[in-house]
């Protein structure tokens, strides 16, 4: 999330800076970010997916 951000250049979140992270596993939980946000879980916490 952090390097997508700063490959943006920018502290916002942004449509295109998610799009670029959504098809990631950030926590390394097995479950994809946009999977988890979808689910309104936390994508940068393996405990919740
Ligand atoms: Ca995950």
């Known amino acids: 999330m952090v390097a997508a951000l700063k490959q943006e250049n ?29 689910a309104d879980k936390m994508p940068g916490d393996p405990k919740s997916k």
Do not use: F, H, P, R
């Open 10 to 38: 920018t502290k916002v979140l942004t449509g295109s800076v998610l799009k670029k992270v959504e098809g990631l596993d950030s926590d390394k939980d097995g479950v994809k970010n946009i999977d988890e946000i979808n």
